[in-house]
């Protein structure tokens, strides 16, 4: 089983940026491909991106694109999501977990997950 471990969020102005880290440990890394989801309470939890297992394809939400970038080192077993020109709506908690493809989008078919990290920007 993997453990993940989620960290980088904190509370930024608009227009702002973070990083985001997803350690791994447990399972070969380099054999799965890669998620970040976020969720708002009370909501469903969203895609945000995902990456193949080698970085050769990313895939990112249509409200992330141009502004988020996800990407892996497998020597460290991290995945990182890079988030520039942050907006007050990209407020929620961050999580990465372990997918099945980089094409799927479901949470469904990502898991085990992290404990979260929350992001908060402000207007």
């Known amino acids: 089983q993997v453990q993940l471990v989620e960290s980088g969020g904190g509370s930024v102005q608009a227009g702002g940026s973070l990083r985001l880290s997803c350690a791994a440990s447990g399972r070969t890394f380099s054999n799965y491909a890669m998620g970040w989801f976020r969720q708002v309470p009370g909501t469903e939890r969203e895609f945000v991106a995902a990456?193949?297992?080698?970085?050769?394809?990313?895939s990112y939400a249509d409200s992330v694109k141009g502004r988020f970038t996800i990407s892996r080192d497998n020597a460290k077993n991290t995945a990182y999501l890079q988030m520039n020109s942050l907006r007050p709506e990209d407020t929620a908690v961050y999580s990465c977990?372990?997918?099945?493809?980089?094409?799927?989008?479901?949470?469904?078919?990502?898991?085990?997950w992290g404990q979260g990290t929350q992001v908060t920007v402000s207007s």
């Open positions: 990456i193949s297992r080698g970085s050769s394809t990313t």
């Open positions: 977990a372990v997918g099945s493809s980089v094409y799927v989008r479901r949470p469904t078919d990502f898991g085990p």
